[in-house]
């Protein structure tokens, strides 16, 4: 029977982790939480200052999760039907949010103490923005317009009514605060300009 030479296998050592940024970042992350609210949530703002609570409108009312404790600090229930869209001023000491009441409501977040009540829309209010360093709110509604509201007076500025269905989104441009975008069930992105009464471009995105 032939006989075979052992041969001397060598013996690498086990390459160890690769310290890239990539593996740094994902190993910074935990394991998700879950935050159980009770019906459909419609949408969710963190406040920009810290400890960087974070807002959760759902049905009825607008609840302030604590991001650390994952607990309910300020539960806003001024609402007789859903409310929509609630988000905080840059400095997180306000907080204002639409509803199918179809009224734009301001609140102290402190407080919990309602400040301020927009009427002027007839159908529901789905998406509302503070307009950065002005005193300033804007409201995008179903009645197929955005209105720019005066915190101080309560009074309506301004009223762009040139879509032809529901205006489901908007923002404020943070850098440039007079122009405003907004987006309908029409299919239509608008920019509007503050300081001229109707848009200053239009823009077909061909679907919702």
């Not at 604590?66 to 907080?95: C, M, Q, Y």
């Not at 309602?114 to 179903?142: C, E, N, W």
Request: proline residues 4%; charged residues 25%; glycine residues 6%.
């Amino acid at each position: 029977m032939s006989t075979f030479k052992k041969l001397n296998t060598k013996i690498y050592q086990k390459a160890g982790v690769v310290t890239t940024p990539d593996y740094i970042y994902w190993k910074k992350l935990g394991e998700p939480v879950l935050v159980k609210e009770f019906g459909p949530i419609d949408y969710i703002d963190f406040s920009p200052v810290e400890p960087f609570h974070f807002a959760v409108t759902c049905s009825v009312r607008v609840q302030v999760y604590n991001p650390i404790t994952k607990l309910v600090v300020k539960n806003i229930s001024r609402f007789r039907e859903n409310a929509h869209g609630a988000v905080f001023r840059p400095d997180g000491k306000l907080l204002c949010a639409g509803g199918d009441e179809g009224a734009l409501k301001l609140f102290d977040v402190s407080t919990k103490s309602m400040l301020r009540l927009f009427k002027g829309h007839t159908h529901a209010i789905h998406r509302t923005q503070f307009v950065y360093s002005k005193p300033q709110i804007a409201s995008f509604s179903d009645d197929k317009s955005v209105k720019i509201w005066d915190i101080s007076t309560e009074q309506n500025v301004l009223t762009y009514s040139e879509h032809s269905d529901y205006v489901r989104a908007g923002t404020v441009n943070e850098n440039v605060p007079d122009i405003i975008l907004s987006g309908g069930y029409d299919n239509i992105v608008k920019m509007y300009d503050t300081r001229t009464d109707k848009a200053v471009l239009t823009v077909n995105h061909e679907s919702q």
